[in-house]
Structure formats: C-alpha cells, structure tokens
C-alpha cells in the first residue's frame, strides 16, 4: 500500500539552510511532489521530482531523491521568516488516476 | 492564487444535515480531486473525476457523494453529518492528461484555498 511519513517539527534560524525529509513505500511512485500550507491557507505547489531523477533546483529550493531508500528530501537555502509554513511531500503513482497520497506534514518554524 | 476556486469558505452545520461544497477548476483543466484535512487523518484523497465521468475513489464514506457538471464544475455532497466530518474540504483541478515535460510527463494538481467545515 501506499504509505508517506514525514517528521513533524523543524526549528531552523533565519538565513539557516532547512532540510525537509519524507519517505514512502510505493515502488511504482513515479512524481513526487512538495506542497506549502500557510496558516489558513490552501496548499502551494513548490516543486516536483520525477523518479529517474536524482536531483531538481529551483531557486532556493533542492529536492533530492534517493529511489532505492524511498527518500525524498527538501532543502530551502537562506530560510526566511516567510518560509515558515507546513510542508508536505505527496507521492502519485503511475497510470491514468494521479491522486496524491500525502505525508503527515512538516511544520518548518523559522526564528530570528 | 492558483486559479481553482471554492465556496463557501465556511460552513457551521449541526449533526444530521446535508451540505453540498462547490468547486470551479482552473480555466482549461478537466480533472478535479477532492481531498479532506482533518487533524486525525491528515490529507486525503477523496475522488477524482476527469470531464464528468468519476475516474478514481479513495476514502470516501458512503455519505459523501460528488459529481461533475457539463461546465466542469464539481460539488461534494456530505450527509447525516457527523462530528467527525469537521475538516477543511480541498478541491484541486489538474489537465487531467499527462503533460510532456522533457523526457517525462506530469499531470500537476493546483488546490483551491478549501472550504471549513464545522459540523457542531
């Protein structure tokens, strides 16, 4: 089955580099995708990562990708007090139904 | 602003009613999703539909039902509420169809700003 975790909490000081992490269990994953929530919000699409890929930047944004370990990570260079926000990877398996199966989220809390 | 829009933004109700959330997709998708955010359960998928036709069901109770219209628009029908069902309801909408990107395809989904839901 279709399973995505993620740790639930990170701390990280302004101008510090944060680094998201997420694992999954379905092999046939195929896009992975990083989502933003602000508070009262809905969720931003950040980034994607397709499964033949190792690496994808963006600006501050790097998502590393370890197929074999089912590891999926986010890093945000220079954090800023804006990036505060929850975090979620969200794996869709390959076929004609994309539906995401989420993790349980990251809050990123960034201080001065 | 992702361009998928939902209404109400808030809705209070008492155990037992119906309510019915409305959703637009993005100008040109044909595919909407409908997720639920609770704080038990996290996110989740409920059912997709792609150009009126239901394409894929996840987690949805029997209570729920939605459906799409002839101008793409969706709405996700919740009855005999329960206290339970507080949560906020997320409609996303991608094309509906993979799209080249490269060597790959994506069928990316953008989410509406969601609908609360307080069943009291």
């Known amino acids: 089955g279709e399973d995505v975790e993620q740790s639930l909490f990170l701390s990280v000081r302004e101008g510090d580099s944060s680094v998201i992490n997420c694992t999954y269990t379905d092999s046939s994953s195929t896009y992975l995708y990083w989502y933003k929530q602000e508070p009262g919000a809905g969720l931003q699409l950040l980034t994607y990562i397709f499964s033949n890929m190792d690496m994808k930047q963006d600006q501050r944004l790097t998502v590393l990708l370890n197929k074999k370990d089912k590891h999926l990570s986010l890093r945000i260079a220079d954090t800023q007090t804006g990036d505060s926000a929850i975090y979620f990877c969200a794996e869709s398996p390959t076929g004609t139904a994309s539906k995401l199966t989420f993790g349980t989220g990251t809050r990123l809390q960034v201080t001065l | 602003d992702s361009g998928v829009t939902q209404t109400p933004k808030h809705l209070i109700t008492a155990t037992g009613q119906r309510v019915t959330l409305r959703c637009s997709p993005r100008?040109?998708?044909?595919?909407v999703y409908w997720y639920q955010q609770s704080l038990d359960q996290g996110l989740q998928f409920l059912i997709q539909y792609y150009n009126g036709e239901e394409r894929a069901k996840g987690n949805i109770l029997e209570r729920f039902s939605a459906q799409q219209f002839p101008d793409l628009h969706s709405e996700l029908n919740l009855s005999s509420l329960e206290l339970g069902d507080s949560a906020l309801y997320f409609c996303?909408?991608?094309?509906?169809?993979?799209?080249?990107?490269?060597?790959?395809?994506?069928?990316?989904?953008?989410f509406g700003p969601g609908t609360r839901l307080t069943v009291l």
């Open positions: 100008s040109g998708d044909l595919s």
């Open positions: 996303a909408s991608s094309v509906g169809a993979r799209t080249r990107v490269g060597l790959w395809s994506t069928d990316t989904q953008y």
